[in-house]
């Protein structure tokens, strides 16, 4: 008699399921203890990671003081977890995890809201942009005076600057310097809420990025998940664009509405207007900080890439138009003295995580040729060797490569400036750069935290790792190991499929 065979065709799948479910659950634990960590950290107001912002503010602030290896040891906790709960859920997503895309934006409205409520962290950098918008306010220009000029008037706000930058004039664009004035004048005569009304529009900004984000993926539930791990739900950009308020989401959410507008440009009507609203929204993203005009050139060279051969001048001239009106405006109210002083903001070496010669500070022409040659290096070996995009968003891999090229060929770089490639990365298919680019996220958040008064030995190892960091990335990336990872099957071809360099 013949012994029946049990069936072992499902035990394999059985295996998968679990280990979805074990990296699904790891991916929501991790990254909810490293919110929690971070805003409670953030909550005790320890002056190493909460720089003074004066009383009379609405933020939680518990006014208790940690040791100093005990605030280190939490924040080195919090990132680890943050960008391990970022891994954990993109291995989750590959072998079919799909969260549920409304509780992941409610879940970024929940803790865009906790961080909204903490004490500006991890850095000054809110700290100044409340000292630019209190001299808009007062009638002063913000590209000629300084906080030290407004701490000798004796003003509220003033008395609070920052030491830093208290001789720097602001180096941001029109439209971020209209935003700080607006939170200056909301806020009135107090720091604490000058800088709340600023989270308040960043957390504003971080969700509505969220939103449009999730837009750009549908219907996709693979996208969708990308978007809400690589952005919604990441703990380190929430922590460093929502809590430590830096103006670099400000750019995020133009630039992001530009893609969205762009892409409505490829219709056979109101091709013109399309484009002339997409640029205007990247002009605004310029506007903000013009080192956004890396991915601009990206989403540019995408959307001629993507229309016909007959419309492609008309949206290219739409587009400048727009954009260029938005700059044009702006400048023309900011004056030259918005040049100015970033000129000399480029010659300042403090800050530098590149080992360059002493000398190229001293010659503004010198620093610029020798970033450029940066973002060239950078950018050439990722145009030619990064991972194709989806075949429906031609313009994502141009404006990722610009992105990079700019963040990662910067000599000046800090972990919140990764806001600029984190959105662009989630609406890319999944591969080898997701670990590499939430790995550098948290080797630098690693070196700066807790990030009020950064010390010299921290750029010392910075100077030291991100170059060491950069050299192996570049020689992976040569040697084509960036390449896309395995994914379980999703959604219509049509809409996921790859395609080459755009």
């Not at 950009?237 to 995020?252: C, E, I, N, Y």
């Not at 800050?351 to 002493?358: A, K, M, Q, T, Y």
């Not at 290096?377 to 990064?386: D, E, F, P, S």
């Amino acid at each position: 008699m013949t012994l029946p065979v049990l069936p072992r065709s499902r035990e394999p799948a059985v295996r998968r399921l679990d280990t979805q479910r074990g990296l699904a659950a790891a991916a929501l634990s991790l990254t909810a203890l490293s919110i929690a960590v971070f805003a409670a950290v953030s909550a005790s107001g320890d002056r190493a990671i909460v720089a003074p912002i004066g009383p009379a503010g609405p933020f939680a602030d518990l006014h208790y003081w940690l040791a100093p290896v005990l605030i280190k040891a939490a924040c080195w906790l919090a990132t680890a977890c943050g960008g391990a709960g970022v891994m954990a859920g993109l291995a989750a997503a590959r072998r079919g995890w799909r969260p549920r895309p409304g509780l992941m934006l409610a879940a970024c409205a929940a803790a865009a809201v906790v961080f909204v409520f903490v004490p500006p962290a991890a850095s000054v950098d809110v700290q100044n942009y409340a000292e630019y918008g209190r001299i808009v306010v007062l009638g002063h220009n913000p590209w000629v005076m300084t906080p030290q000029q407004l701490f000798q008037l004796h003003d509220p706000v003033g008395l609070l600057r920052p030491p830093e930058w208290r001789n720097q004039p602001t180096v941001y664009g029109p439209a971020a310097t209209a935003v700080e004035a607006a939170a200056a004048w909301l806020g009135g005569t107090s720091m604490a809420w000058i800088t709340f009304w600023i989270k308040v529009m960043n957390g504003a900004c971080y969700v509505a990025t969220a939103a449009v984000l999730d837009r750009l993926a549908r219907p996709d539930p693979a996208r969708r998940a990308r978007v809400a791990l690589l952005w919604a739900v990441n703990p380190l950009m929430l922590f460093w664009m929502v809590a430590g308020a830096h103006t670099d989401l400000l750019a995020v959410l133009p630039l992001m509405l530009a893609l969205l507008a762009g892409r409505a440009s490829r219709a056979r009507a109101r091709v013109a207007f399309a484009a002339g609203a997409s640029g205007v929204l990247a002009g605004i993203a310029i506007a903000v900080k013009v080192t956004f005009a890396g991915p601009v050139a990206g989403l540019a060279a995408g959307l001629q890439h993507a229309v016909s051969g007959r419309r492609r001048a008309a949206v290219l001239a739409s587009g400048i138009a727009g954009g260029a009106l938005v700059l044009a405006g702006g400048y023309t109210v900011a004056g030259k003295a918005a040049l100015g002083s970033l000129v000399r903001r480029i010659s300042s070496a403090n800050d530098s995580f590149l080992p360059i010669p002493g000398p190229v500070y001293h010659h503004p022409a010198l620093y610029v040729t020798v970033a450029l040659a940066a973002f060239a290096i950078v950018g050439g070996v990722l145009a030619w060797r990064m991972p194709p995009g989806y075949g429906d968003l031609p313009e994502i891999r141009p404006m990722l490569v610009c992105a990079l090229a700019v963040v990662l060929g910067g000599i000046v770089q800090y972990p919140w400036y990764d806001a600029m490639f984190f959105p662009l990365l989630a609406l890319l298919p999944a591969s080898r750069l997701d670990t590499w680019l939430v790995g550098r996220t948290v080797l630098i958040s690693g070196l700066v935290l807790p990030g009020v008064g950064i010390s010299g030995h921290q750029y010392r190892e910075a100077r030291v790792v991100v170059p060491v960091f950069m050299a192996c990335f570049l020689v992976a990336a040569a040697f084509g190991k960036l390449q896309a990872a395995a994914t379980a099957p999703t959604g219509p071809t049509g809409a996921t499929g790859a395609t080459g360099p755009a």
